[in-house]
């Protein structure tokens, strides 16, 4: 039941990630943070990397992993969450929004942070999300950019990213992620593109 209200994309679990195929994924560190003690002293976790080397996987099997012991989890891609952020604020009903979609799970997953620039006022609403998950709830956050270009997303707003970053920074554990995409190396292997030098 708590599986299915964390609305994820797809059921994804830790015994289904390749490490092998992810060699920078810090397999002993992701196992200890899968006894979800993160979750229970509020702090973070934010995986950082390329498109393709197992960011949404970890995030998700994290996410069902906590399910799994029984707590509530939200699962939400960045354009989602403004795409509800925003309706909320249209219908005059943000502040009951965030307290019950933002502060009510033990766990909140916010996935593909980067991938679109956000406007100023969106930029705004992001913040006050993790504005109101400091210390009060643990969020797991994936990202194809590093911390030094998340200006860029926010608007240019450099006061906005560092008060941002400050706050999720302050508890987190950082799992930088390098290498090839999985998916583009499965199609290589599989001839659907060339190989290249």
Excluded: C
Excluded at 187 to 195: M, N
């Amino acid at each position: 039941m708590l599986t299915k209200l964390a609305s994820f994309p797809a059921v994804k679990t830790l015994e289904a990630f390749d490490f092998d195929a992810a060699p920078s994924a810090p397999k002993a560190r992701i196992q200890e943070l899968a006894g979800m003690a993160f979750v229970e002293r509020k702090e973070n976790v934010i995986f950082l990397g390329p498109s393709g080397t197992g960011k949404s996987h970890l995030a998700t099997a994290l996410g069902v992993r906590a399910t799994e012991k029984g707590y509530k989890v939200r699962f939400l891609t960045a354009a989602d969450l403004m795409l509800q952020l925003e309706k909320a604020r249209r219908e005059g009903r943000l502040d009951q929004y965030l307290k019950r979609g933002i502060l009510g799970p033990s766990l909140l997953i916010l996935d593909e942070i980067g991938y679109l620039p956000l406007k100023k006022d969106q930029s705004d609403l992001f913040f006050q999300v993790i504005a109101k998950r400091y210390e009060q709830g643990s969020v797991i956050l994936t990202s194809n950019l590093s911390f030094g270009d998340w200006e860029d997303t926010f608007d240019g707003n450099a006061a906005l990213t560092s008060a941002m970053l400050d706050r999720l920074l302050h508890h987190a554990h950082v799992i930088q992620l390098r290498g090839e995409s999985y998916r583009l190396r499965q199609a290589r292997q599989s001839g659907l593109i060339g190989g290249g030098n």
